[in-house]
């Protein structure tokens, strides 16, 4: 966690003194701006039995849940800048034979090349890197009971690319969407008679859109 604050401090230092140092040449860096950003978050997931020649599936169930954060673009030509992000994200899968609910919460920092094709409107894709604060699985409906999942038995990183279309206002306003894919798959789950989950069979596999609303100063 640390490791990822620093780097995004130093990302940020670092891109704001070259902003600084080229300020005369406007071809170069047009600008370094800040910005909020927040939004829902939906996912669908699929889920299935490995280790098994022909993967059983179990559909999930639309879930939707939260986002926000931080961001600062740095505007290289008219057309092109780079973007980096901090952003607290809540995630959701569940089944819908098992009425399973696996919630987590993540510090996301995606780095995204932007490209704006016209006034006002941008195409973004990068890489993302997650680093996992919380988990927690709902393995019964109707008490709502709770098992505790062993976080280190889980992986406290996850990597992503996302991809997306936003436009920005002239008063700094902005909106926009985008589509997570794993790179990695989430880590497998599976509930033990003991109650508790623990790395195992079950596979989740979640397709991520983020729809966010934001302003940059």
Known sequence: MKKLLFLLISVCCVTHLIAQENDKSSSFFDSLSFGIKAGPTISTTQSGSAGLENEQKDGGRTQVSYHFGALTEL????????????????????????????????????????????????????????????????????????????????????????????YRFNNGIFFGGRYDFYITDPENLDREDDGFFLVSHSKFRNGLINAFIGYMF
């Open 75 to 166: 505007r290289i030509t008219k057309h092109l800048s780079f973007q980096l992000e901090a952003i607290y994200s809540n995630e959701k899968s569940q089944t819908t034979k098992k009425d399973e609910m696996y919630e987590a919460s993540y510090i996301q920092i995606p780095l995204l090349v932007k490209f704006y094709f016209a006034k006002g409107f941008s195409i973004e894709a990068g890489p993302q890197i997650g680093y996992l604060l919380s988990s927690e699985i709902t393995f019964d409906e109707d008490t709502n009971s709770r098992s505790p999942v062993i976080i280190d038995e889980l992986p406290k990183t996850d990597f992503r690319f996302t991809t997306g279309l936003s």
